[in-house]
T-cell receptor
Framework: SQELEQSPQSLIVQEGKNLTINCTSS?????LYWYKQKYGEGLIFLMM?????EEKSHEKITAKLDEKKQQSSLHITASQPSHAGIYLC???????????FGTGTSLTVIP | DSGVTQTPKHLITATGQRVTLRCSPR?????VYWYQQSLDQGLQFLIQ???????AKGNILERFSAQQFPDLHSELNLSSLELGDSALYFC???????????????FGPGTRLTVL
């Protein structure tokens, strides 16, 4: 079955610092999605990557999908308290249409 | 606001009972997905419907069932509830069937189920 491992599991950073969250798949991905979840609330779509080597940015958040389409990283520049939450990667495998989510990374930004 | 609504927001019930969770997708979205989120299992895909038909099935127990109605709203029925069913249940919707291409899902606020 498809598995998505995220690292680190949790992250505490000082406001203004940069950080990176990784998402590694056990299989080649058809599409990789990043979501943010505020505690106890629904998920908010951040961005989607489909092509190997693709990189997308939204405000201070940049996500990349590696060439082999098995790993993605999410980078936040100059973190702010508003970035705090749980970041989840999600994916559609190359076969089948069951959507999988990663294990999640909890981010705390200290003012 | 994602445009996806879920009711109720909270539900407290006893073991052995049956409950129904309701989801209204974003206007125009034909796909509805159900997810269960618990501390030990994380976010697990349960089932997807597209335009009234079951499209994909994930880790959904036999005690659980779902359906999508002609007006595209969906209901998730949980029966013979156990303590371990306590979780956040999310509904999401998308405009595509989810087989290929863009599959951005919009999530509802969730229903928190507590089984005592």
């Amino acid at each position: 079955s498809q598995e998505l491992e995220q690292s680190p599991q949790s992250l505490i950073v000082q406001e203004g610092k940069n950080l990176t969250i990784n998402c590694t798949s056990s299989k080649t991905l058809y599409g990789l999605y990043w979501y943010k979840q505020k505690y106890g609330e629904g998920l908010i779509f951040l961005m989607m990557l489909q092509k190997g080597g693709e990189e997308k940015s939204h405000e201070k958040i940049t996500a990349k999908l590696d060439e082999k389409k098995q790993q993605s990283s999410l980078h936040i520049t100059a973190s702010q308290p508003s970035h705090a939450g749980i970041y989840l990667c999600g994916a559609l495998p190359n076969t089948g249409n069951q959507f999988y989510f990663g294990t999640g990374t909890s981010l705390t930004v200290i003012p | 606001d994602s445009g996806v609504t879920q009711t109720p927001k909270h539900l407290i019930t006893a073991t052995g009972q049956r409950v129904t969770l309701r989801c209204s997708p974003r206007s125009g979205d034909l796909s509805v997905y159900w997810y269960q989120q618990s501390l030990d299992q994380g976010l697990q895909f349960l089932i997807q419907y597209y335009n009234g038909e079951e499209r994909a099935k994930g880790n959904i127990l036999e005690r659980f069932s779902a359906q999508q109605f002609p007006d595209l709203h969906s209901e998730l029925n949980l029966s013979s509830l156990e303590l371990g069913d306590s979780a956040l249940y999310f509904c999401a919707s998308s405009s595509t069937p989810g087989m290929a291409g863009h599959n951005e899902q919009f999530f509802g606020p969730g229903t928190r189920l507590t089984v005592l």
